[in-house]
């Protein structure tokens, strides 16, 4: 069975070919990054205009790299949620249309999911049952994780996720727009122990976290500094290194935590976020096997929307009303 894939939850369209016998076949992701890095954020609406304009040729490009037409594909997957709302219905009108022209099935699909499965894609797959780690810029959320859409929320952010923290601190030291991979590359630089700050929740003896204060702990800081005039390239360096030593310190005990309050032996982490090689390096380093999805399948993309909707076949359905799910928690992705 040929699954293609449609993703436009956010600022990334992707789409892909996932073939339940020799799996993912093709893909391909176009990125707002640019388009969006002068407003200092993603906006919406510019988001859904474009999102539009690339999900034809995407898919063309897509059947072109393995010489397969729209006639090949048996079921249209794409992201119903959570994520911007416009956005969402600019994939899902797309899909629904196209399965409808085909006469093909569709499968809706929530986006965590698609993140939480895509290690599975690598070779190095994780068993069940299994601890995941979502970790990006809209959630951080600690899952048990006993089979395909067997899933239980054992603890999240209560505020800011990780890497909404990541990108706003980024934006409180002047970085450009996309603040936390900037601010995770200058923190590489930055000179160890020079600062430290807060680890909020580490002991709350739970498995929820929180990131605001330790983003005012940075404004107090950066405050101070530039009143002091202080605030110099290396200062910013070292403020990076001291608040990514603070995320995965924190984010580290947690997962700890989460293994043996599950008893499970595998640690998933996917998102964003878990491109980030000092959380990498970190949770390399527990007492578990810890599993992480290929970089390029960190941020969003089709590929992992075509493997979850190949995981859902037996969820296929012809096409009828549809409808997007900007908020959705993923303990309700059978609803």
Same mark, same amino acid.
């Given at each position: 069975m040929l699954v293609l894939g449609i993703e436009s939850s956010c600022d990334e369209?992707?789409?892909?070919?996932?073939?339940?016998?020799?799996?993912?076949?093709?893909?391909?992701?176009?990125?707002?990054?640019?388009?969006?890095?002068?407003?200092?954020?993603?906006?919406?609406?510019?988001?859904?205009?474009d999102h539009i304009r690339?999900?034809?040729?995407?898919?063309?490009?897509?059947?072109?790299?393995?010489?397969?037409?729209?006639?090949?594909?048996?079921?249209?997957?794409?992201? #119903?949620?959570?994520?911007?709302?416009?956005?969402?219905?600019?994939?899902?009108? &797309?899909? $629904? %249309?196209?399965?409808?022209? !085909?006469?093909?099935?569709?499968?809706?699909?929530?986006?965590?999911?698609?993140?939480?499965?895509?290690?599975?894609?690598?070779?190095?797959?994780?068993?069940f049952p299994f601890v995941a780690l979502l970790v990006s810029g809209g959630h951080t959320q600690f899952m048990s994780v006993t089979d395909i859409g067997e899933y239980e929320l054992l603890g999240q952010s209560v505020d800011d996720a990780a890497g909404e923290a990541f990108d706003k601190t980024a934006k409180l030291l002047g970085l450009d727009y996309p603040g936390g991979a900037k601010l995770a590359a200058l923190a590489q630089e930055g000179t160890p122990n020079r600062f430290e700050f807060p680890r909020p929740m580490k002991h709350s003896g739970d498995l929820n976290l929180s990131f605001?204060?330790?983003?005012?702990?940075?404004?107090?800081?950066?405050?101070?500094?530039?009143?002091? #005039?202080?605030?110099?390239?290396?200062?910013?360096?070292?403020?990076?290194?001291? &608040?990514? $030593? %603070?995320?995965?310190?924190? !984010?580290?005990?947690?997962?700890?935590?989460?293994?043996?309050?599950?008893?499970?032996?595998?640690?998933?982490?996917?998102?964003?976020?878990?491109?980030n090689q000092a959380l990498r390096q970190s949770l390399s380093k527990i007492n578990a096997k810890v599993y992480f999805p290929e970089l390029a399948l960190c941020t969003d993309n089709g590929a992992m929307i075509a493997f979850a909707g190949a995981m859902h076949l037996k969820h296929a359905h012809p096409v009828g009303q549809f409808s997007v799910k900007p908020r959705w928690a993923l303990t309700n992705t059978k609803e």
């Open positions: 369209t992707g789409v892909a070919l996932f073939d339940t016998e020799k799996g993912l076949i093709a893909q391909q992701l176009h990125t707002q990054m640019a388009m969006h890095a002068q407003y200092g954020g993603v906006v919406p609406e510019l988001a859904s205009r690339r999900l034809v040729p995407l898919t063309q490009n897509c059947l072109q790299e393995v010489n397969l037409s729209l006639n090949h594909i048996d079921a249209i997957a794409y992201t #119903q949620g959570p994520g911007l709302g416009g956005a969402l219905l600019a994939g899902a009108s &797309f899909a $629904n %249309a196209l399965a409808f022209a !085909l006469d093909k099935p569709i499968i809706e699909v929530h986006h965590l999911e698609g993140h939480l499965l895509s290690p599975l894609l690598s070779k190095n797959k994780p068993q605001s204060g330790l983003k005012t702990a940075v404004l107090t800081l950066v405050n101070q500094l530039k009143e002091e #005039q202080q605030l110099d390239t290396q200062t910013i360096k070292d403020i990076c290194l001291a &608040f990514e $030593n %603070a995320v995965v310190d924190v !984010l580290t005990h947690k997962a700890k935590q989460a293994l043996k309050q599950t008893g499970f032996t595998e640690l998933v982490v996917a998102g964003g976020v878990g491109a």
